[in-house]
């Protein structure tokens, strides 16, 4: 997919790139392949269009991913997701909070395409860098705004990955509100019941720490699970809806629904005490 992109090149943009592909010419070697000049470009612009290729081509045969994090602009990263599709590791965070400064991260859920991988505080959290390093792309809800600045903070880290941001993608097909929101439009049904959310998480954590009773880590856990979980799905659902609109020159990404095992349960006494200590703040 990634290949096929010819609009970061300057003054090429999408109807340029449209005119390559209508012409046949689908990817960076295919242009590089061609000898003569194509009849909509200058030759000036020809020749700088061939040696952006070129270029193109030689960092990606070195797998030289920064090279393409530094030219494409992030409103085209979405189209690196076939070349990429089984190294995301989908992943959500919850925290005590939003403030920076002041809120810590409580567990990470991360989701790498076979099983869920669970990270908590006090316990495993600091492994989670070894997993993230084994992969090539990751994918969040919002991570640039929220999850990402948080875990740089944890584990003194910079991302310099591939990255998939669905709330930024929900955008671009036109799509708004929050992750349960999109969900729903998109016919994702969700297993946890819908008062369930991030303010909830925090009491969850909350009360974990106070009681150390197992259940609410457990509940906290399955929400935190279902939020990962559901990544790859809408990741596949977004890719389509903008090769559709994009008309790129690409087959249909196939979506394959897996069983997955979750080792965390939701209890409903749990989430009954929940509601009746933290109730009003819900309003």
């Known amino acids: 997919m990634i290949e096929s992109t010819f609009q970061h090149i300057p003054n090429i943009l999408r109807k ?5 592909w209508n012409s046949g010419i689908t990817t960076w070697q295919k242009l590089i392949n061609t000898s003569e000049k194509h009849p909509h470009f200058t030759r000036k612009m020809w020749q700088a269009l061939k040696k952006e290729c070129i270029e193109c081509q030689q960092a990606w045969d070195q797998g030289n ?3 393409f994090l530094q030219h494409f602009p992030e409103e085209i990263h979405w189209r690196f997701f076939p070349n990429f599709v089984d190294q995301i590791l989908y992943f959500d965070v919850e925290m005590t909070g939003l403030d920076i400064q002041n809120d810590k991260i409580t567990t990470i859920v991360a989701f790498d395409g076979i099983k869920l991988h669970y990270f908590v505080r ?14 090539t792309a990751i994918a969040t809800f919002d991570g640039i705004r929220t999850d990402i600045p948080f875990l740089e903070k944890e584990f003194e880290i ?3 990955k591939i990255h998939f941001d669905l709330f930024s993608l929900s955008r671009l097909v036109r799509l708004s509100g929050g992750l ?20 909830m998480a925090i009491f969850l954590w909350n009360e974990y720490q106070a009681t150390q009773d197992p259940q609410f880590l457990s509940t906290l856990l399955a929400y935190n699970a279902e939020d990962a979980l559901h990544l790859q ?3 596949f659902l977004f890719y389509e809806k903008l090769r559709k609109f994009e008309r790129i020159p690409e087959k249909k990404l196939e979506y394959s629904p897996k069983s997955i095992q979750l080792d965390n349960i939701a209890s409903k006494d749990v989430l009954q005490i929940i509601n009746l200590k933290y109730g009003s703040e819900f309003l």
Not at 123 to 135: A, I, Y
Not at 185 to 197: A, F, K, S
């Open 158 to 160: 910079h991302f310099d």
């Open 233 to 235: 799905e809408i990741l």
């Open 16 to 20: 340029g790139e449209i005119r390559l």
């Open 65 to 67: 991913i920064n090279y």
């Open 122 to 135: 006090n316990k495993n959290l600091d492994e989670f860098p070894r997993l993230l390093e084994k992969f």
């Open 180 to 199: 349960k929101q999109i969900e729903r439009i998109l016919g994702i049904q969700r297993n946890l019941p819908e008062e369930m959310n991030g303010l």
